[in-house]
């Protein structure tokens, strides 16, 4: 062999990452399939540039995929300064050092990051960490469930969104007592409070089947309104006017019946499709005009000809009553 063949072949001979003739660029990582790391006794690990520096005896703790790689039977890539190289975010790779290390590891209180950790400890077969990680999950499901959360409106764009999007029926609970120009009637305030009363128990009820929603801001003193596949399906009117001898007052009732039998019709839309919603009013339209809505207090319109699938069912028990002492008790009512 010449001079200048050994000459233009030598620097290839102890050159480890890749042939000379590769051009410029970043340094190529060698491949050592079937050699493993256990010949040596710490492992340094860059993890989409997160370094770790750890043992083999930590990375062998479990059966899992970094084990494979220190025994050789999964292909382990690592660059010429010595690092293996796992293409894999490092963000909570720490962490699933920490529970090889420890047995047990604090998790994310957060649900996303919880199940970003839980994928990573999927991916690298650490089935300990698996199980840890949905233990975690289940406990935060079952606190979850035992809650129950009553939004409050704080202005009409929210409200029509928040009832356009949710997939559940909603009832929603109008209550302003200071929305009010006159005295109330000496029951008022008591009818007041139950239907406050009766709507928390409605919704500890019914919690995770309905939405229940509070509204303080209203015009309304005290109505129930009743939603499904975002749009109103009833409404009860608590609040009407007492015309008496020489002065008017607010008078709240409290329908409990009344309410308690709408959020039963409600629960019709639950399912959110539109053929259970198409059902529910076919079963509502039989009940007529004759059937008596409750204590003669309710009236049903309906849309002007838009068939049945158009149909709204609405029930009001706002009414403005003249009272007249002088003539004998008698009442002339007149409607909304």
Request: charged content about 25%; proline content about 4%; overall charge neutral.
């Given at each position: 062999?010449s001079?200048?063949?050994?000459?233009?072949?030598?620097?290839?001979?102890?050159?480890?990452?890749?042939?000379?003739?590769?051009?410029?660029?970043p340094?190529?990582?060698?491949?050592?399939?079937?050699?493993?790391?256990?010949?040596?006794?710490?492992?340094?690990?860059?993890?989409?540039?997160?370094?770790?520096?750890?043992?083999?005896?930590?990375?062998?703790?479990?059966?899992?995929?970094?084990?494979?790689?220190?025994?050789?039977?999964?292909?382990?890539?690592?660059?010429?300064?010595?690092?293996?190289?796992?293409?894999?975010?490092?963000?909570?790779?720490?962490?699933?050092?920490?529970?090889?290390?420890?047995?047990?590891?604090?998790l994310?209180?957060?649900?996303?990051?919880l199940?970003?950790?839980?994928?990573e400890?999927?991916?690298?077969?650490?089935?300990?960490?698996?199980?840890?990680?949905q233990?975690?999950?289940?406990?935060?499901?079952?606190v979850?469930?035992?809650?129950?959360?009553?939004?409050?409106?704080?202005?009409?764009k929210?409200?029509?969104?928040?009832?356009?999007?949710?997939r559940?029926?909603?009832?929603?609970l109008?209550?302003?007592?200071?929305?009010?120009?006159?005295?109330?009637?000496?029951?008022?305030?008591?009818?007041?409070?139950?239907?406050?009363?009766?709507?928390?128990?409605?919704g500890?009820?019914?919690?995770?089947?309905v939405?229940?929603?509070?509204d303080?801001?209203?015009?309304?003193i005290?109505?129930?309104?009743?939603?499904?596949?975002?749009?109103?399906?009833?409404?009860?009117?608590?609040?009407?006017i007492?015309?008496?001898?020489?002065?008017?007052?607010?008078?709240?009732?409290?329908?409990?019946?009344?309410?308690?039998?709408?959020?039963?019709?409600i629960?019709?839309?639950?399912k959110?499709?539109?053929?259970?919603g198409?059902?529910g009013l076919?079963?509502?339209?039989q009940r007529?005009?004759?059937?008596?809505?409750?204590?003669?207090?309710?009236?049903?319109?309906?849309?002007?000809?838009?068939?049945?699938?158009?149909?709204?069912?609405?029930?009001?028990?706002?009414?403005?009553?003249?009272?007249?002492?002088?003539?004998?008790?008698?009442?002339?009512?007149?409607?909304?």
């Amino acid at each position: 062999m010449s001079a200048e063949a050994s000459a233009a072949r030598a620097p290839g001979l102890g050159d480890t990452a890749g042939p000379v003739s590769q051009p410029p660029g970043p340094v190529p990582e060698v491949s050592h399939a079937g050699r493993g790391l256990m010949g040596s006794k710490y492992v340094k690990l860059n993890v989409s540039g997160s370094l770790h520096y750890t043992t083999i005896q930590t990375l062998s703790k479990e059966d899992s995929l970094l084990r494979s790689i220190c025994t050789g039977d999964i292909e382990a890539m690592i660059d010429p300064e010595g690092w293996v190289v796992l293409d894999r975010c490092g963000r909570h790779f720490g962490l699933v050092l920490n529970f090889l290390r420890d047995g047990s590891v604090p998790l994310p209180e957060e649900s996303r990051e919880l199940e970003e950790v839980l994928k990573e400890a999927q991916y690298y077969r650490v089935q300990g960490l698996v199980q840890h990680c949905q233990n975690a999950m289940q406990k935060q499901t079952d606190v979850y469930e035992g809650v129950c959360r009553i939004p409050m409106i704080t202005s009409a764009k929210e409200e029509q969104k928040m009832i356009a999007t949710c997939r559940k029926p909603v009832v929603k609970l109008q209550n302003n007592r200071g929305n009010n120009k006159y005295s109330y009637t000496s029951n008022s305030d008591d009818n007041l409070l139950k239907n406050i009363e009766l709507f928390d128990k409605l919704g500890l009820r019914f919690n995770g089947r309905v939405l229940f929603v509070k509204d303080v801001l209203g015009d309304e003193i005290c109505c129930w309104s009743f939603y499904g596949e975002g749009r109103k399906i009833a409404e009860v009117c608590c609040t009407s006017i007492v015309y008496a001898t020489e002065k008017k007052q607010t008078k709240v009732e409290f329908p409990e019946a009344r309410i308690f039998e709408e959020t039963l019709n409600i629960l019709i839309y639950e399912k959110g499709g539109r053929g259970s919603g198409a059902s529910g009013l076919a079963l509502l339209d039989q009940r007529g005009p004759g059937s008596s809505p409750g204590a003669g207090q309710s009236e049903e319109e309906g849309g002007g000809g838009g068939g049945a699938d158009r149909r709204v069912r609405r029930i009001h028990v706002r009414r403005h009553i003249m009272h007249d002492e002088r003539s004998g008790g008698q009442q002339t009512v007149y409607k909304d």
